[in-house]
């Protein structure tokens, strides 16, 4: 591909980055614009009067504290993965 080629693609890129930060801007948090399903479904759960029958063993003391065991959870499956997936192009070189 020659430079002309690389700027268009880039400009594209930029383009679909941008344009939706740009159409979307000031919709938010206020009006629930990107409120999520586990917000929604709640919502219609604490409506219908439901009582739990469980209760968590463990309430982590802060939101960061949340935040951070499940950063580490996606990071410990990351590293999982990634090693399954090394093992396997390993063993696939090593066999030809």
Excluded: C
Excluded at 31 to 46: K, N, T
Excluded at 71 to 82: D, F, N, S, T
Aim: net charge negative; hydrophobic share 45%; aromatic share 14%.
């Amino acid at each position: 591909m020659n430079n002309k080629t690389i700027l268009v693609l880039l400009i594209i890129l930029a383009i679909l980055v941008i344009a939706p930060l740009a159409v979307y801007n000031g919709h938010g948090e206020e009006d629930g614009y990107f409120g999520g399903s586990d917000g929604q479904a709640e919502d219609i759960v604490s409506e219908s009067g439901y009582e739990p029958w469980f209760s968590s063993l463990w309430e982590p003391p802060s939101g960061e504290i949340e935040s951070l065991i499940f950063a580490l959870q996606a990071a410990i499956g990351a590293i999982i993965i990634g090693y399954f997936f090394g093992y396997w192009r390993g063993q696939s070189k090593r066999d030809k």
